[in-house]
């Protein structure tokens, strides 16, 4: 034994086994950096829906001119997009419960990028809304996948830190999109738009299958028939708190979708702003969004995640309370309206990762359920509130009653449904 134990002990070293005990410390600077790569892989996933909608809106008119559609008609490519996008979570979700997350994954961003290039050749508006509900649905794999994985690979107020890290890929994603929109458009038309999908598609399947492991083992695995899958969203359905967690969610979204839909027409239509303006400010209040997400990913070890989720619907609710005082008293300028608006965006930052991590976490084992309820239902609630933020005339009091209703639902939703029990600490 002791010669074989020679022997063994005689074997070369290879350089960078000797630098890594040299270096204790390189084994975690290389850790780090798959970690973070990991993250960037998996926010690029859940950049996919602003990519497809906000990269898209500035061909709509030339889309529309080119098909011979009318507005509305045009229009609802975007809203068939946003539906594929809440249902079908509701399906991968559980099915990468039951049969891991890589394989649905791939075969969502396959699906995704043929779509996408299926897209850029329709012949009519009516086959590029039905491919756009196809391109929705097999998108939808990415951003669910994405938060579930983060539920398998981290807990408490790192899975936190993790939504929030992802929020800086997710945050920037609605600013540059417009604007790299807009440059493709010079060199090409709407139908190249939808080629630049497909390659973003291709690239994060090779991404992912190069940097994503498998992270549900086998003995984690749930069943995923009919039946299986209606039990885990009724129990999922029962968990009080989660269901707290999912309005908040919701609510908090449909805020945020009041504002991306109202104020280009507060700033531009009541204010006089030219397009350039806008982009500049709505830029700006996106940085607030993603600062504010990594501020509270730094603070989430030291503060309860429920705590930086209440300090954001304060904040996003003083913003609405403010913005709809202004409008109704009148003579609000541009400045003052701005602000509020920084404000309100900004609180959505500490808002969506921290409730996110706390909804997840309550149901790790069936993180892809959990993951595909939270956010069918930001989706749906941001679909709903868009058009509502338009109605009664007035741009700055229809977004702002819309904001501030929806907030004070989540806020209820947080001290109700979602409350601490007796006796329990603050998560």
Do not use: K
Request: glycine letters at 12%; aromatic letters at 4%; hydrophobic letters at 50%.
């Amino acid at each position: 034994m002791r010669r074989s134990r020679v022997v063994a002990d005689r074997r070369p070293v290879s350089t960078a086994a000797r630098r890594s005990e040299a270096d204790p410390s390189s084994h975690h600077r290389r850790g780090r950096g798959r970690r973070a790569l990991v993250l960037f892989v998996l926010g690029g996933l859940s950049a996919t829906p602003p990519l497809s909608t906000d990269l898209y809106l500035p061909a709509l008119p030339q889309v529309a001119d080119d098909l011979g559609a009318s507005t509305p008609q045009v229009q609802l490519t975007l809203t068939t997009y946003i539906l594929g996008l809440a249902f079908g979570q509701l399906c991968v979700g559980p099915l990468s419960d039951s049969v891991g997350r890589r394989r649905p994954l791939m075969v969502g961003l396959v699906a995704f990028t043929a779509a996408s290039l299926l897209c850029a050749g329709a012949p009519s508006v009516d086959a590029l809304t039905a491919l756009r509900l196809v391109q929705g649905l097999s998108g939808s794999a990415g951003v669910v996948i994405a938060r579930a994985m983060v539920s398998d690979l981290y807990e408490g107020p790192a899975a936190a830190r993790a939504y929030s890290r992802l929020m800086v890929v997710t945050g920037l994603a609605p600013v540059l999109a417009p604007l790299l929109g807009g440059q493709i458009l010079r060199f090409t038309s709407w139908r190249g738009i939808y080629v630049v999908l497909g390659i973003i598609g291709a690239t994060l399947l090779v991404a992912s299958a190069l940097v994503l492991r498998e992270t549900v083992p086998l003995r984690r695995r749930t069943a995923a028939g009919p039946r299986q899958v209606a039990r885990s969203f009724a129990r999922l359905m029962r968990d009080r708190r989660f269901v707290g967690y999912v309005i908040v969610q919701a609510m908090t979204f449909g805020a945020l979708f009041a504002y991306i839909s109202g104020s280009p027409f507060l700033i531009q239509t009541v204010h006089g702003a030219s397009p350039q303006l806008f982009s500049v400010l709505f830029g700006a209040n996106a940085l607030g969004m993603v600062v504010a997400s990594q501020v509270g990913g730094t603070l989430v070890g030291r503060v309860p995640p429920r705590r930086l989720v209440t300090a954001g619907l304060v904040m996003s609710l003083c913003g609405g309370a403010g913005l709809l005082a202004a409008s109704l008293v009148g003579g609000q300028g541009l400045a003052l309206d701005s602000a509020v608006l920084f404000v309100i965006v900004a609180g959505v930052g500490l808002i969506l990762p921290n409730s996110m991590a706390l909804g997840i976490g309550r149901h790790s084992r069936t993180a892809g359920g959990a993951a595909a309820l939270l956010g069918s239902a930001q989706y749906i609630a941001g679909a709903l509130a868009a058009p509502l933020s338009g109605l009664g005339g007035d741009p700055a009091i229809g977004m702002a009653v819309v904001i501030v209703v929806a907030l004070t639902l989540a806020g209820t939703a947080l001290t109700t449904l979602a409350r601490e029990g007796r006796g329990q600490p603050s998560t």
